[in-house]
């Protein structure tokens, strides 16, 4: 491998892989390290019996950036929406929830008062201004806007689906009501998982000329007056840079560099507030309550999805559903025990285990590496490190109000248009998109 790059991309996920793209598009030498085996960092797919297992159930948001993002590059996203039609878990017991003018007659889950607080819940969710609410935490919100502890309850559920996230003292409420608005708008769950956005890029990256290197494992990011310098890899290999952009976590990114501890890395480092999940994902010969496709959990911090409802996931017509605990901050550390998802599993699917064919259980996986919460000291991250000079960051904890992939790709761009506004070592290049 040549070993000076204009620009080298650690990680090959979704945020690496889009800015390497646009990077080499725009006529730079670029190479993505990828410490894995394989590219797509949490957007990989793994196909077990000819079932394709993303990472915990994946939805793209047809509002969000990563969608925008993805089609303007040209990279096909088919797929389908979830059931229209959702059940609450409550008192261990499966119930519609009251969505519909009939489902709101006839629901057990609501006093009379509680009705009338759904459906002024979902007015002022339409005309809050998330921008208006500064850095009022989404309990404070909830508990000043909601009187009825069950309309509480469903609220939370739902801003847990669409943040992925179980954190409403500390979560910004104007965050997670844009983000709740913005799930509202429509998701999608993607024909063969979100590998094949990865794949995608991946060739959209080497046509464009970026060399891909996985199996690249980044131990330091060298600056030296100011400036970085050059790349150490694990198997001692040295990549000399103009620029460097980090996908990896705020953590890993704070060991990479010398003295980071006298740098903005270290606040990233020391205020992130990730979020984490427990998931079981399975793939079942048949589903034994084929009825309860979308499950949120009201009581327990839980959500159930059928994703080959709609969704092409497996090559036979078997069933593939997801499991996910959000965890709380206490369990952060030491993830959920599989037989409690197993027992959450038998109330949704009862009989669910003489299904089994394949299943993928993740004790705890990073969902986003922070979130926007109310112990950040400023609520916009990167693109620029600003004490070292030609040092990016990208991925779904550098937001500027972004959440999850939506984040990933957004911190990407605005990467890229950073380093392109330097001009360092840009020379204009015919692009090739296969
Ligand atoms: C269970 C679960 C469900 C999710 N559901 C959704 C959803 O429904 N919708 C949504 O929008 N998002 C969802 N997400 C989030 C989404 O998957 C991530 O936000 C996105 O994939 C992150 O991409 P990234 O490139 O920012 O980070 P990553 O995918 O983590 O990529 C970073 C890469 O950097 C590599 N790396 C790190 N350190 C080094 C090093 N030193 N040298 C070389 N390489 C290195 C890592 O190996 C990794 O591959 C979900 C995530 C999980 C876990």
Same mark, same amino acid.
């Given at each position: 491998m040549n070993n000076h790059f204009d620009t080298a991309v650690i990680g090959g996920g979704l945020a690496g892989l889009i800015a390497a793209t646009?990077?080499?598009q725009a006529g730079q030498k670029v190479v993505v390290l990828e410490k894995a085996g394989r590219l797509?960092?949490?957007?990989?797919?793994? @196909?077990?019996?000819?079932?394709? =297992?993303?990472?915990?159930?994946?939805?793209?948001?047809?509002?969000? %950036?990563? !969608?925008?993002?993805?089609?303007?590059?040209?990279?096909?996203?088919? /797929?389908?929406?979830?059931?229209?039609?959702?059940?609450?878990?409550?008192n261990s017991e499966?119930?519609?929830?009251?969505?519909?003018?009939?489902?709101?007659?006839?629901?057990?889950?609501? +006093?009379?008062?509680?009705?009338?607080?759904?459906?002024?819940?979902?007015? @002022?969710?339409?005309?809050?201004?998330? &921008?208006?609410?500064?850095?009022?935490?989404?309990? *404070?919100?909830?508990?000043?806007?909601? %009187?009825?502890?069950?309309?509480?309850?469903?609220? !939370?559920?739902?801003?847990?689906?669409?943040? !992925?996230?179980? &954190?409403? &003292?500390?979560?910004?409420?104007?965050?997670?009501l844009r983000q709740v608005k913005r799930s509202l708008k429509g998701v999608r769950y993607l024909h063969g998982g979100w590998q094949t956005i990865v794949d995608q890029l991946e060739q959209h990256a080497r046509a464009a000329g970026a060399v891909i290197r996985s199996g690249g494992d980044v131990k330091a990011i060298v600056h030296h007056e100011g400036a970085v310098q050059k790349l150490l890899l694990a198997d /001692?290999?040295?990549?000399?840079?103009?620029?460097?952009?980090?996908?990896?976590?705020?953590?890993?990114l704070a060991k990479l560099v010398q003295g980071a501890e006298h740098t903005t890395l270290h606040r990233w480092k020391e205020e992130a507030r990730p979020s984490i999940a427990s998931c079981l994902d399975?793939?079942?010969?048949?589903?034994? *309550?084929?009825? +309860?496709?979308?499950?949120?959990?009201?009581?327990?911090? !839980? =959500? =159930?999805?059928?994703?080959?409802?709609?969704?092409?996931?497996?090559?036979?017509g078997t069933y593939l559903v997801h499991l996910v605990r959000y965890l709380s901050e206490s369990?952060?550390?030491? /993830?959920?025990?599989?037989?409690?998802?197993?027992?959450?599993?038998s109330i949704l699917q009862p009989g669910w285990?003489?299904?089994?064919?394949?299943?993928?259980?993740?004790?705890?996986?990073?969902?986003?590496?922070?979130?926007?919460?109310?112990?950040?000291s400023e609520l916009h991250t990167g693109p620029g490190v600003p004490e070292i000079r030609g040092l990016y960051v990208a991925g779904d904890w550098v937001t500027h109000g972004?959440?999850? *992939? &939506?984040?990933?790709?957004? +911190?990407?761009?605005?990467?890229?248009n950073a380093i392109l506004q330097t001009g360092v070592s840009q020379r204009p290049r015919v692009v090739h998109v296969s």
């Open positions: 646009k990077l080499a797509g960092g949490r957007a990989m797919t793994n @196909k077990k019996n000819g079932a394709f =297992f993303n990472l915990g159930g994946h939805a793209i948001y047809l509002a969000g %950036e990563a !969608y925008a993002v993805l089609q303007e590059m040209g990279i096909a996203m088919e /797929g389908a929406p979830p059931s229209a039609k959702v059940h609450a878990l409550w499966v119930e519609l929830m009251p969505a519909t003018p009939l489902t709101m007659m006839t629901t057990k889950l609501l +006093s009379w008062s509680g009705k009338i607080g759904l459906v002024r819940l979902f007015a @002022k969710l339409n005309s809050a201004n998330p &921008d208006a609410l500064g850095r009022m935490s989404l309990r *404070a919100w909830a508990e000043a806007e909601i %009187e009825d502890p069950m309309v509480r309850h469903m609220l !939370y559920a739902l801003c847990r689906t669409a943040t !992925y996230a179980h &954190d409403p &003292d500390c979560q910004l409420a104007g965050s997670v /001692g290999a040295e990549i000399g840079v103009s620029h460097v952009v980090s996908t990896a976590p705020p953590s890993e399975l793939n079942l010969r048949k589903l034994p *309550a084929p009825g +309860s496709n979308v499950v949120l959990g009201l009581d327990q911090p !839980y =959500f =159930f999805s059928h994703h080959t409802l709609n969704a092409k996931l497996t090559e036979d369990e952060r550390a030491q /993830g959920i025990e599989e037989s409690s998802l197993a027992q959450v599993m285990e003489k299904e089994v064919i394949a299943k993928q259980y993740l004790p705890r996986i990073a969902v986003v590496h922070d979130t926007l919460h109310t112990g950040r972004e959440m999850l *992939a &939506d984040a990933s790709a957004a +911190s990407a761009v605005r990467a890229v």
